[in-house]
T-cell receptor, first 113, second 113 residues
Framework: ETGVTQTPRHLVMGMTNKKSLKCEQH?????MYWYKQSAKKPLELMFV???????ENNSVPSRFSPECPNSSHLFLHLHTLQPEDSALYLC????????????FGSGTRLTVV | QQQVKQSPQSLIVQKGGISIINCAYE??????FPWYQQFPGKGPALLIA?????SEKKEGRFTISFNKSAKQFSLHIMDSQPGDSATYFC????????????FGTGTRLTIIP
């Protein structure tokens, strides 16, 4: 499978649940990103990994915890979320940190109830 | 602090017309200005990009015009088609150690017959 694949596509979770979002790329890219997309807001960069090391953490609440076990996989672990965390979470990758061309996945639509 | 301002929020254009989306930026340390196109249910996809030392770049029906002195750039879609109906995001890539992409808020474009 080519491109960036995100699972699950949809997720409904309670505020006390723990869940994880998964992202996988087989493009040979060295940088991977998590973005949050909310209506009428710019895409918000959450985390950046370059060569499996975190290089950017945009003041994201600790209830979001990223993990990059290898250059092809990226996870976002979620716990004790708030309703305002409901959004589309997008994973992206690029050849390197500093490139402008990102390949995005289709996202995970998260609803916190 | 939003560093890339995009307008309009939504745009309706007749088939065959020209669609124009505008963006303005504040930070002069940006070194690339890409545009992304997003269809419903999909992640954004890179459409076209320009460097600040170039005033115009054309790829097929899509053209970026860049005005460095005014810190503005725009996307022109010539001969707009119903298949162009999507949300368009402008972006700016930082440089000098701050390599992240800063996105605009998006423009929802609808092409009517």
């Amino acid at each position: 499978e080519t491109g960036v694949t995100q699972t699950p596509r949809h997720l409904v979770m309670g505020m006390t649940n723990k869940k994880s979002l998964k992202c996988e790329q087989h493009l040979g890219h060295n940088a991977m990103y998590w973005y949050k997309q909310s209506a009428k807001k710019p895409l918000e960069l959450m985390f950046v990994y370059s060569l499996e090391e975190r290089v950017e953490n945009n003041s994201v609440p600790s209830r979001f915890s990223p993990e990059c076990p290898n250059s092809s996989h990226l996870f976002l672990h979620l716990h004790t979320l708030q309703p305002e965390d409901s959004a589309l979470y997008l994973c992206a990758s690029s050849q390197e940190w500093g490139a402008y061309g990102y390949t995005f996945g289709s996202g995970t639509r998260l609803t916190v109830v | 602090q939003q560093q890339v301002k995009q307008s309009p929020q939504s745009l309706i254009v007749q088939k065959g017309g020209i669609s124009i989306i505008n963006c303005a930026y504040e930070n002069t340390a940006f070194d690339y200005f890409p545009w992304y196109q997003q269809f419903p249910g999909k992640g954004p996809a890179l459409l076209i990009a320009i460097r600040p030392d170039v005033s115009e770049k054309k790829e097929g029906r899509f053209t970026i015009s860049f005005n460095k002195s005014a810190k503005q750039f725009s996307l022109h879609i010539m001969d707009s088609q119903p298949g162009d109906s999507a949300t368009y995001f402008c972006a700016a890539k930082g440089s000098g150690g701050n390599e992240k992409l800063t996105f605009g808020t998006g423009t929802r474009l609808t092409i009517i017959p």
